[in-house]
DNA sequence: CTGAAAGCGCTTACAG
DNA sequence: CTGAAAGCGCTTACAG
């Protein structure tokens, strides 16, 4: 027989509601679903009874029945990038406007991602947002047994099969060149974040690709690790060198304040010694202290592609590639 | 009956691999359980062929049983203030390490935070963290009903019997007060952030009163929303007017980093003309971009309490105040 | 509109 | 060590 825990004891459940009342425990259940019909009387009888019970129905029995748990995962890689928080706000308050809340699962959890997603199976999420690091094909199989619809946000895994939303890393690459290259610069630089992405890579070889086909060699690179500290040292390093360079593409905005802070120290005028361009517009990027040029992601419509994704009918994985724009500020120059 | 839906016909139960293995759901069952005992032999068939079928144990059912749903649920009022994303951050990487998750409730949500609170409830969860807005009598009588461990981060409210901590925000005021004072300041303002809170008004009156002690009259206000945004224009404001401040304490740092904007933009220099000093200490305030003077919040001590809060056996609440510290960076003067 | 009953997927005494 | 069985708190056909 199921122990009751000591720390539950108080619980109250529909049935204490339902004697309370004097109907059937399944009648306080349907007087809990709006959808199910009832004389208005006993439902007001019912609702007025809970509220003096502290009944609130336990959503875990009902999830064992519907198989809908209202909860949506979402596996952050960095809380410290304000792209993400922005991010899961904006997830959270969609979600909590449908009546699901978000789950989060923090990536820099030395226990890794893939036992992430299994802890999430065992909390039988409806969907899952994953904004970090990479996925398994084991994995995804495991979702895809069950369903569930899983979205890659801002980052695609080459080869499996799963629903993403990108901004277009390999057009806002180039744009990032072109920004630069218009505006004269010679000596070009690009601080990444971590090589094993592929919107880091893209980015980059949107970047170089531009440049190299307009003959430009020899672009300095440096490795920001997607932080500001990351970017900070990067920027250091690149420009205590002789042959400095005078145009610096950063692969996220976090990592271009670190570098833009990094060259202020160094005295460089940004942006007559020293152009810098940044990707996401993140809000930092816009205030006075920075004015950061920058490639925009449409954030709010990439989300409202992953929140379709999310609550659709199980269709095909698709592939969702929205195109950013470049936002033109104070860290550089006019072509 | 119940209905399987549709959109679960593939959930594997733990009965499917009792068949599979030739043993009883209930040994399925133990086998996930480290603590019974049983052979090493059956349980590694059992975990072998759970891997193959794609077998996640259902917490759900689980909890429905032993009471625990290893969820906490976190109550964030302000997701773009970092000190609350660094909060989140901390919390959900501890929580993790003993194996439970944080589910985020956003209160931006126009519904409220009762409402929220409801919610949570249904959740069954383990805790609450409330890092957001007040809370009502009558919703704090729903989680001790229920035994559910509730603290109240970096606020409390009056009269409601519930854990809090907090840092010390009064002596935090005073601190700044002083520091301000010391450097031979003349002309005092100060930016608030929401009047309603404890811990805006307790940093506002350790201020004051500090000052008034010594004779100081007039301390000019701005409301800050206890946004960038807020700060900013607040300090815009108090900086056009005639006989503008000298020292200016913003009740929390992301104003203050907006009101350190503000000055520059006015061509006030810092701390030359304007000292500031914010609350909080932040990553942001640390940067070269600000270098802010402020009161740094002992965070980590802070969580730490929360923590054992969260987790003791149900106690009487208590309340914790910690003392926070100057740290001394550029935007003030030395005494 | 409402009640009695089955069942969601587990855990846990109780026997053996 | 393992199985049979009860039960956690709900939802939902099925009758009436």
Redesign the interface.
Known sequence: M?K??A??????TSSDVARFVGVSQATVSRAFSPDSSMTDVTRTKILDAARKL?Y??????R???????N?VAMLIGD??N?FY??A??EF??RL??VGK??????G??P?GVDEAI??M????VDGLIITAATISMHVT??CV???IPVVMFNRYVPGVFINSVCCDNVAGGRLAANTLFAAGASRYAVIFGDNSTTTNLDRVQGFTSFLEERGVRNIATGSGRYT?EGG?SAAKKLLKQKNAPDALFCVNDIMA??A???A??LGRSIPGDLMIIGFDDI??AS????QLTTIRQPIRQMIDEAMTMLTR??TEPTSRILQGRLIKRTTTREG
């Open positions: 199921a009751i825990p720390s539950r004891t108080q619980r109250v502290n609130v129905p336990n959503s875990f029995a999830s064992l029945i519907t198989g809908e748990s909860i809380l410290h304000p928080t922005a899961l706000d959270s308050l909590q406007a809340q978000v789950l989060v699962f923090n820099a959890d226990k299994r802890r199976l065992e909390y039988q199989s495991l047994d069950r369903e500001y900070y304040l670190g833009i802070d990094a202020r120290e809000i930092e205030r006075p202290a920075y009918p199980t």
